[in-house]
């Protein structure tokens, strides 16, 4: 038993997907989020900054004394993760690997498509761990630079569906079956894009697999945490109010209260 908090970091709101997921399957389990608002989005930054900015959400995570760290951002885990992971002394837990694993299970054409933000598809990370499974997938990246920042704005009806009808249009057409949500923004746009693709395709939001592999993990090594489960929310937004009311609105719970932490 270990009844340390889980940590959970993205770049903003996003990781939240991930975070919901995760409370879901391990109801038992404390958590800590930090969402680096301030610094968002990651997705057209340098690989240093991005290295730099997402070790200081892990250092800050680790003086929380958290037991695993969820890297609930596909850009951090793509650049950042392999860089840290060998410096901290806690597991790291990425989506690119959950999700790559979800989509070569389910792909009945081996034919995936994937999209990101510009670094994550720029990195082919997806490409590499769906080939790494089964060298027969066809793995394409397209690219989404608008949908997170647009996610992040909470945005209406009618502005959410003209930026992911134009962002589709470039893949709608394309003989994939298997779609991966490879940014955790994106689950945030779920029924915008339903709207516009052909239902024969299914999408695959990564955090599904994230949840089971967190619960594998910690059972594996005897660290499911037992009794009552508290959850914190950090961001290094100034607008704390803004973090809440969008948190509470996606988590469903109104109870949410963001503390600000200086980056
Ligand atoms: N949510 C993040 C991801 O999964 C990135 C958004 C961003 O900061 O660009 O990649």
């Known amino acids: 038993m270990d009844n340390r908090p889980i940590g959970v ?6 990781g939240l997907t991930v975070l919901k997921k995760v409370i879901k399957k391990l109801p038992n389990e404390s958590t800590i989020f930090i969402g680096d608002q301030a610094h968002m989005p990651y997705g057209d930054r340098s690989e240093k900054e991005i290295i730099d900015l997402t070790m200081a959400s892990v250092d800050f995570l680790l003086k929380k004394d958290v037991k695993v760290i969820i890297f609930g951002c596909n850009t951090a885990t793509a650049v950042a993760m392999p860089i840290i992971q060998k410096q901290v002394p806690v597991q790291l837990i990425g989506v690119i690997q959950s999700g790559a694993l979800a989509a070569s299970r389910e792909t009945k054409n081996k034919k995936v498509a994937v999209l990101g933000t ?91 697999q994230v949840a089971q592999y967190t619960y594998n993990v910690l059972k ?38 963001s503390k600000h932490v200086d980056d």
């Open 220 to 257: 594996r090594d005897n660290m499911l945490a037992q009794g009552k489960a508290e959850h914190e929310y950090f961001t290094t937004a100034t607008n704390t109010e803004k973090f809440n009311k969008l948190a509470q609105k996606w988590m469903e719970d109104s109870s949410i209260q």
């Open 9 to 14: 970091l993205d770049s903003g709101l996003g």
């Open 118 to 208: 510009t670094v994550t598809t720029e990195s082919h990370a997806y490409q590499r761990e769906v080939k790494g499974r089964n060298p027969e997938i066809e793995v394409k990246e397209y690219a989404q630079p608008l949908w997170a920042p647009l996610v992040e704005t909470d945005p209406d009806e009618k502005e959410k569906l003209a930026v992911v009808r134009k962002g589709i249009e470039e893949i709608k057409d394309q003989d994939f079956d298997t779609l991966i949500l490879g940014c955790t923004h994106y689950p945030l746009l779920m029924d915008e894009i339903k709207a516009n693709l052909d239902p024969s395709k299914q999408i695959l939001d990564p955090a599904d």
